[in-house]
């Protein structure tokens, strides 16, 4: 488990405000620098203010700035390097991690692809493989659903002229450049719906879409290109979808 994990572990983040969550977010992506990092730091990378991130730290039950970057020191010099933690796989899908509002948007979502003529998953790397496993899930349940990994593919001509169409896209980070490429050409179209699942509510691609899922993971790279990032909240939430829409076909 990460130092940023292990200092929030048993705390209650449900009703994190949204300047909050932006902190709370930027510390589990840093882990490994918050340590090094002054509150000023941290107030710039997370875009608040120094007084928001002294507030949200004695939120979590430090008195003192030093006090919360001690924490993180002690708990980074328990964890070998590349260790792994399986409670870190059960915090990935605990309801803190999730906004109140999930249930409702994952209706809303399912509702989008009931009406829908053509369902599309969109995601580059590991979130291109993920929307296959999703559009199979999908197709399976008999709805016209297919997933792409290339963003020069003429996806136009497959939408369905007569009915909404709705195109997923999954992006850990909500700034992938292709995925954006594709929102800002759909933007235009008023037959087609975008839905964003990502890790970040303010992100570029949850800002453009019709409706965006988001929850809270943080940011695990190998060599700079190669993504590590958990997956599981992204599976899940595609799992709570797909099984809506079963549940409503009954």
Known sequence: ???????????????????????????????????????????????????????????????????????????????????????DYFDSLNRKNFKNDLELKVDYCADLIMASGTTIFMGIGASGAIGSYASRKLANLGFNSFSLTDRTYPFKTRLNPDKHNVIVILSVSGQTVEMLDVVNQMRSEDHTKVIVITSDSASPLAQKADCYVDYISHSDRSHVYHDLSSQLPCVFILELIINRVRLKQD
């Open 1 to 87: 488990m990460k130092g940023g994990l292990l200092i929030f572990k048993g705390k209650d983040f449900s009703e994190l405000s949204d300047v909050e969550r932006a902190i709370y977010q930027f510390i589990l992506t840093n882990d490994d620098k918050v340590a090094f990092m002054r509150v000023r730091d941290i107030a710039e990378g997370s875009h608040t203010s120094p007084t928001s991130v002294m507030r949200f730290i004695r939120k979590c039950g430090y008195e003192s700035f030093p006090e919360f970057k001690l924490a993180i020191k002690q708990v980074g010099a328990r964890q070998p390097l590349g260790s792994t933690d399986l409670d």
